[in-house]
């Protein structure tokens, strides 16, 4: 049965510590997603499978920029062939998010963050659970270098989940996917009101710039001197300016800048 209705794909950003329950979180996303939904496949990019054919698997710093740079290349390919995409990976520095921020935004798709906040000691706890795959040095490592989320305002989580604390994901999930459903809807609604505005905006400057020229160039065909043909040029350049923003009518239009051309350049009626 379908629930959900997303009118287009999104990218998801998992942040927070090595053992922490992402990768556990981004199936169960998934399988929410996929059940509540058919229009979007999910993918989910995650780069201890890069490692798999990078480093063979392990954590080797000095190839880590390539994972990387292999990460982000896959999540932009995935939005682009209009997949959900959901990131999971530590994403522990500003400008690792950012990055992912930055393909959202050129590519025109929604952004989401989820912080998942399981403490130092619970994610020590649960690597050792699993045999360590991660050296706990590298866990303590990344946990001092964290970057908090206040700094930019873009960078608040929408979601902020303890996974130690939690029983039962599934509500949370449901809820919050709900939620990213009227983002999407919200969002949609705003762009095309902007892009409406736009296309507004850009009928009113030509009709603005059409009339002024038709005017000035009535006025230019009589004009004497050099000097009344600079007044004339430089009238206009500044009516445009100052009327810009204004969306005036056309007779409006016609009206102030003859009124104008003739209280200063005293040359009667136009």
Known sequence: MIFLEFINNFLICLTGLPASGKTTFAKLLKKNIMEQQNKFEVKIIDPDVIRSVVSEGAFDPEKESLVRKQNLKDIEKNLKKKKIVISDDINYYTSMRH???????????????????????????????????????????????????????????????????????????????????????????????????????????????????????????????????????????????????KELTKEEIKQKFRKILNQTLNIGNI
């Open 99 to 245: 990055e992912l921020k930055q393909i959202s935004q050129k590519l025109g798709v929604c952004f989401f963050m989820i912080y998942i906040s399981t403490p130092l000691e619970i994610c020590l706890e649960w690597n050792e659970k699993r045999g360590k795959p991660i050296p706990n040095r590298v866990i303590l490592n990344i946990s001092e270098k964290f970057d908090t989320f206040e700094k930019y305002k873009w960078e608040t989580p929408n979601l902020i989940l303890d996974l130690s604390k939690v029983e039962n994901l599934d509500p949370i999930v449901r809820k919050f996917l709900d939620y990213i459903a009227q983002q999407l809807k919200l969002i949609s609604k705003k762009r095309k009101k902007e892009k409406s505005n736009k296309t507004t905006k850009k009928e009113y400057k030509e009709l603005l710039d059409s009339l002024t020229r038709s005017l000035a160039s009535d006025l230019l065909k009589t004009a004497v001197s050099k000097d009344q043909k600079k007044k004339i040029l430089k009238k206009r350049k500044e009516f445009l300016k100052e009327n810009l923003d």
